[in-house]
């Protein structure tokens, strides 16, 4: 199956991606003006997850409703690695973004500059910055602010949080502007993408069960080792991957939110990975934390579980827990 990240732009996501769909719509036509948060918290593929769908946000923005935006990563080097990766590939496959654009400098009396930082387009600029620095993030006025990896962000000396700094730029909009915000969570407590996830909608993905058709998350808790199969909680039956990821689903929010939009899931959603890999590294992090290292687990319930930390993992393997359950009358 080709990459579906470098085109997604401007054609219908694959089958194999439902979760994908109805974010960008909601995120770019749909909101009212406002101040809106956009979290996903997918597995290790973050690449695809998360700038992926916002070089596909930039792309709509470049080629129907042209404004100045900003981006933040967390680095210069992660900075120029996204735009060669990802960014550019993305206009080498949609002429149209290839014509605005263009991928080499423009000449001068075009009034246009086009290099590894900032790309030019009629009626905009998307500036890309590392977030390391103060300079960047505090002189430029922007509609939309796009900020990758937020929790790698830093408090920079004498300036403050470089999350509130970069949000700021958009205060000359009043209420008409955009913040969306990309990450994988860190430790409970310190986490900014969680208290951001916690401020707004609070949206989790729901899929169908193969079987009778209610709607659940798919909770590691559900997984039944043996056999790699999730118990639907509404008939009891157990089903694999394939027939889980081949149901319906739909986002839901827990706490509606107009101006506030956030998301939340696992990988166990991602067809990108299998789940017998998940548990795999799982075992490993669990007998990794056993002989005193917890470094492991916490990337585990950070990148695959889309959680924060907290230094409390529970040991006991689902299926076994749901073997031994007894009924109450």
Not at 66 to 79: G, Y
Not at 89 to 99: F, G, T, V, W, Y
Not at 165 to 187: E, M, Q, W
Request: proline share 5%; aromatic share 10%; net charge neutral.
């Amino acid at each position: 199956m080709a990459r579906p990240s470098t085109s997604r732009y401007l054609r219908e996501a694959p089958q194999t991606l439902l979760f994908n769909r109805g974010v960008i719509p909601l995120q770019v036509r749909e909101l009212p003006a406002g101040n809106y948060l956009y979290e996903m918290k997918f597995d290790g593929y973050r690449a695809l997850a998360f700038k992926s769908r916002g070089a596909n946000i930039l792309g709509y923005v470049i080629d129907r409703e042209p404004t100045d935006v900003l981006w933040v990563m967390p680095s210069r080097e992660a900075t120029a690695d996204f735009l060669k990766d990802e960014l550019e590939s993305m206009i080498r496959a949609n002429p149209s973004l290839e014509k605005e654009i263009g991928l080499g400098r423009q000449p001068r009396q075009l009034g246009r500059t086009n290099n590894t930082r900032r790309k030019s387009f009629a009626g905009g600029t998307a500036t890309f910055v590392g977030g390391a620095s103060a300079a960047p993030l505090a002189f430029r006025t922007v509609k939309i602010v796009i900020l990758d990896e937020v929790d790698k962000l830093r408090s920079l000396p004498g300036e403050g949080d470089a999350d509130s700094l970069a949000s700021k730029r958009v205060s000359t909009y009043g209420t008409d502007f955009k913040i969306l915000r990309f990450s994988k969570p860190t430790v409970e407590g310190t986490s900014r993408i969680n208290r951001h996830l916690l401020r707004g909608s609070r949206a989790f993905y729901y899929l169908a069960c193969p079987s009778c058709g209610e709607f659940q998350e798919l909770g590691w808790a559900l997984l039944r080792f043996d056999d790699i199969c999730l118990r639907c909680t509404s008939c009891d039956g157990f089903f694999d991957q394939d027939s889980w990821q081949g149901s319906v689903g739909e986002w839901r929010e827990r706490a509606p939110n107009t101006h506030h939009k956030s998301f939340q899931s696992s990988a166990l959603i991602s067809p990108l990975i299998r789940w017998e890999t998940i548990l795999e590294e799982y075992r490993q992090a669990v007998d990794a934390l056993e002989a005193g290292d917890p470094s492991l687990i916490q990337v585990w319930e950070n990148s695959r579980m889309g959680k924060v930390y907290s230094g409390r993992v529970e040991k006991v393997e689902p299926g076994e827990l749901y073997e031994r359950r007894e009924c109450f009358n």
